[in-house]
């Protein structure tokens, strides 16, 4: 039992435990980097700074006149595709990292070794004649071997996080654009 407690103490447990979550911490960096590829190409025609892409359309829309009259007017529409579309916002919730280690030390060794020893006499006289023999044979077996075996586990779960507020407040003032526009009054 000693060779197998010492056959774990150079392990190096924290690099076990703390690699795995580094390497989820690349990943995170990797999800931002693919948010802001995806964000700047659906926002910008040369996918930089500059000149936002649009989707441009017309619409009735209903316009109340100062005498209660609704009259539809004709309206053009220029919105952001950016607003139109989900930008995948994801970000890594929950990290498990499981280490289990299970040394088993079993040993078996096989030395196999056999004796076998023989014997016979005989005797007459007066007309009787007896013999005797005899055989007697052992056996040993010995067996020994050694199992080490280990099990590494790693859980990571990704979501996709809400708007961010000032998309929440863009998609309302779109929204905003169908509902009738009425004089203000006292003018």
Same mark, same amino acid.
């Given at each position: 039992?000693? =060779?197998?407690?010492? @056959?774990?103490?150079?392990?190096?447990?924290?690099?076990?435990?703390?690699?795995?979550?580094?390497?989820?911490?690349?990943?995170? %960096?990797?999800?931002?980097? *693919?948010?802001?590829?995806?964000?700047?190409?659906?926002?910008?025609?040369?996918?930089?700074?500059?000149? %936002?892409?649009?989707?441009?359309?017309?619409?009735?829309?209903?316009?109340?006149?100062?005498?209660?009259?609704?009259?539809?007017? $004709?309206?053009?529409?220029?919105?952001?595709?950016? @607003?139109? *579309?989900?930008?995948?916002?994801?970000? +890594? =919730?929950?990290?498990?990292?499981?280490?289990?280690?299970?040394?088993?030390? $079993?040993?078996?060794?096989? =030395?196999?070794?056999?004796?076998?020893?023989?014997?016979?006499?005989?005797?007459?006289?007066?007309?009787?004649? %007896?013999?005797?023999?005899?055989?007697?044979? @052992?056996?040993?077996?010995?067996?020994?071997?050694? =199992? $080490?075996?280990?099990?590494?586990?790693?859980?990571?779960?990704?979501?996709?996080?809400?708007?961010?507020?000032? +998309?929440?407040?863009?998609?309302?003032?779109?929204?905003?654009?169908?509902?009738?526009?009425?004089?203000?009054?006292?003018?």
């Amino acid at each position: 039992m000693a =060779d197998t407690v010492k @056959s774990m103490v150079g392990l190096p447990l924290g690099m076990l435990i703390s690699q795995p979550i580094i390497e989820v911490a690349k990943g995170q %960096a990797e999800l931002c980097r *693919v948010y802001l590829n995806t964000l700047f190409e659906l926002a910008f025609v040369n996918g930089k700074d500059g000149e %936002a892409k649009t989707i441009k359309f017309t619409l009735q829309r209903p316009v109340v006149d100062e005498e209660g009259n609704t009259q539809m007017t $004709q309206c053009e529409v220029q919105a952001p595709l950016l @607003s139109l *579309v989900p930008v995948p916002s994801f970000t +890594m =919730d929950e990290t498990t990292v499981r280490f289990n280690m299970e040394v088993k030390s $079993q040993e078996v060794s096989k =030395d196999t070794s056999s004796a076998e020893s023989q014997t016979s006499g005989s005797f007459s006289a007066w007309g009787f004649k %007896a013999s005797i023999s005899g055989k007697v044979a @052992s056996s040993s077996e010995r067996t020994r071997s050694t =199992d $080490q075996s280990a099990k590494y586990e790693l859980y990571a779960r990704a979501v996709q996080q809400p708007p961010a507020e000032g +998309m929440a407040k863009l998609t309302s003032i779109f929204a905003s654009v169908i509902e009738p526009i009425t004089p203000a009054k006292g003018g």
